[in-house]
T-cell receptor
Framework: DAKTTQPPSMDCAEGRAANLPCNHS???????VYWYRQIHSQGPQYIIH???NNETNEMASLIITEDRKSSTLILPHATLRDTAVYYC?????????????FGKGTSLLVTP | GAVVSQHPSRVICKSGTSVKIECRSL??????MFWYRQFPKQSLMLMAT?????????EQGVEKDKFLINHASLTLSTLTVTSAHPEDSSFYIC?????????FGSGTRLTVV
């Protein structure tokens, strides 16, 4: 799986959009970008994933650059409950039977 | 969506005793489950891959005789920390890979005193 790089921490004001970047410059054509988050003392929670098109669900939007070397997770209206560590993971979706490899992630602090 | 149930959520045990952590897939069959360990302010580290009906595969540096994994059915994997010591105190998380994507248990906070 390709390696990802994320800023260690970010702050965001409540109600504003939180934009979390991820660099994955060595991503290959069959690798997807996944985002998970981990709220303190809980298991990771799936947020969204995509291959090359932008994706949106009820939690967030995922913007992937045209060259696929980077992506941005957008939480459109951050709340205090969005304070968590966010992990960007790149992997081949057909690699079932193989665990997800977690990097250090970005610690997002949403402030009142 | 697929749900993985992990128990207990929190356990305190005396040094030298053993602790069992259960991970159940509630609405799907999990041929493979994964066990992670997370120390404070660190990321999740994969400990082992649990395969139903066969021996688990352990990551380098993880003692297989200390961390016993049993995956006897398609819905249950257990992790037993044997002869626990204070340095085993950590947050243990299981996960599975159902068809619609990875799902994680809520984690077990183990404190060895």
């Amino acid at each position: 799986d390709a390696k990802t790089t994320q800023p260690p921490s970010m702050d965001c004001a409540e109600g504003r959009a939180a934009n979390l970047p991820c660099n994955h410059s060595t991503i290959s054509g069959n690798e997807y970008v996944y985002w998970y988050r981990q709220i303190h003392s809980q298991g990771p929670q799936y947020i969204i994933h995509g291959l090359k098109n932008n994706e949106t669900n009820e939690m967030a939007s995922l913007i992937i650059t045209e060259d696929r070397k980077s992506s941005t997770l957008i939480l459109p209206h951050a709340t205090l409950r969005d304070t968590a560590v966010y992990y960007c993971i790149v992997r081949v979706v057909s690699n079932s039977g193989y665990a997800l490899n977690f990097g250090k992630g970005t610690s997002l602090l949403v402030t009142p | 969506g697929a749900v993985v149930s992990q128990h207990p959520s929190r356990v305190i045990c005396k040094s030298g005793t053993s602790v069992k952590i259960e991970c159940r897939s509630l609405d799907f069959q999990a041929t493979t489950m994964f066990w992670y360990r997370q120390f404070p302010k660190q990321s999740l580290m994969l400990m082992a891959t649990s395969n139903e009906g066969s021996k688990a595969t352990y990551e380098q540096g993880v003692e297989k005789d200390k961390f016993l994994i049993n995956h006897a059915s398609l819905t249950l994997s257990t992790l037993t920390v044997t002869s626990a010591h204070p340095e085993d105190s950590s947050f243990y998380i299981c996960s599975a890979d159902p068809p619609n994507g990875y799902t994680f248990g809520s984690g077990t906070r183990l404190t060895v005193v």
